[in-house]
């Protein structure tokens, strides 16, 4: 069974860090990319971020490309997302998903969700 577990939300005020942490299991992890998306009260769930398997090529929507960083290690099945200066329109919670395939920010192409984790930036 194929599960992905995100960490490490939390609040935060306005130009602080957050790391996220998705853990995943049950798959070969390394055969997968992984893309991060949020979703803020009221909105759609939105593509944030995406890294392919090797961890050699990463994609950033413009609204944090700067502030945003994503990397992983395959020895560990995880993918983690650091979040710096971070702003009060950051706030939503933060999903992970996996997908084998090339980079895609359609959230229908991810078979394999987390649950989610709260992030909240106080201005």
């Known amino acids: 069974q194929v599960q992905l577990v995100e960490s490490g939300g939390g609040l935060v005020q306005a130009g602080g860090s957050l790391r996220l942490s998705c853990a995943a299991s049950?798959?070969?992890?390394?055969?997968?990319?992984v893309g991060w998306f949020r979703q803020a009260p009221g909105k759609e769930r939105e593509f944030v971020t995406y890294?392919?398997?090797?961890?050699?090529?990463?994609y950033f929507i413009d609204s944090v490309k700067g502030r945003f960083t994503i990397s992983r290690d395959n020895a560990k099945n995880t993918v983690y997302l650091q979040m710096d200066s971070l702003k009060p329109e950051d706030t939503a919670v933060y999903y992970c998903?996996?997908?084998?395939?090339?980079?895609?920010?359609?959230?229908?192409?991810?078979?394999?969700w987390g649950r989610g984790t709260q992030v909240t930036v106080s201005s």
């Open positions: 890294i392919n398997r090797s961890g050699r090529s990463t």
């Open positions: 049950g798959l070969v992890f390394s055969n997968y990319a």
């Open positions: 998903a996996a997908r084998m395939g090339p980079y895609s920010e359609d959230k229908r192409s991810y078979p394999y």
